[in-house]
């Protein structure tokens, strides 16, 4: 069974920076996908960002240029590294996982993966 443990996260002002993790274990072929999706109060859950097992990254539009994400393969450990945070990233933080092989590439869809994390909360004061 796959579990993912978040850690980071917390309050910073507007122009701040946190960084996140997340640690996968009882994988079944490896990540495929690892992605972090963020929920916002009264809003839908969004995609943030992806790495691919190929090494590709994918970023939303309202992130790009400020987050940047990464993977240590040998621990299956995801991060992203939030900079120039603004009051609208303000939302639960949650990784999420695919292990089975795909050839698909609709990272940012949330039926994609097998396994999501406990989310973890990021807020930004103005």
């Known amino acids: 069974q796959v579990q993912l443990v978040e850690s980071g996260g917390g309050s910073v002002q507007a122009g701040g920076s946190l960084a996140l993790s997340c640690a996968a274990s009882?994988?079944?072929?490896?990540?495929?996908?690892m992605a972090w999706f963020r929920q916002a109060p009264g809003k839908e859950r969004e995609g943030v960002a992806v790495?691919?097992?190929?090494?590709?990254?994918r970023y939303a539009e309202s992130v790009k240029g400020r987050f940047t994400v990464s993977k240590d393969n040998a621990n299956n450990t995801l991060y992203l590294q939030m900079n120039s945070l603004k009051p609208e990233d303000t939302a639960v933080y949650s990784c999420?996982?695919?292990?089975?092989?795909?050839?698909?590439?609709?990272?940012?869809?949330?039926?994609?993966?097998?396994?999501w994390g406990q989310g973890t909360q990021v807020t930004v004061s103005s």
């Open positions: 009882g994988l079944r072929y490896g990540t495929v996908w």
């Open positions: 790495f691919v097992r190929d090494g590709r990254t």
């Open positions: 999420a996982v695919r292990d089975a092989p795909t050839s698909g590439t609709d990272w940012f869809r949330e039926g994609g993966y097998n396994a």
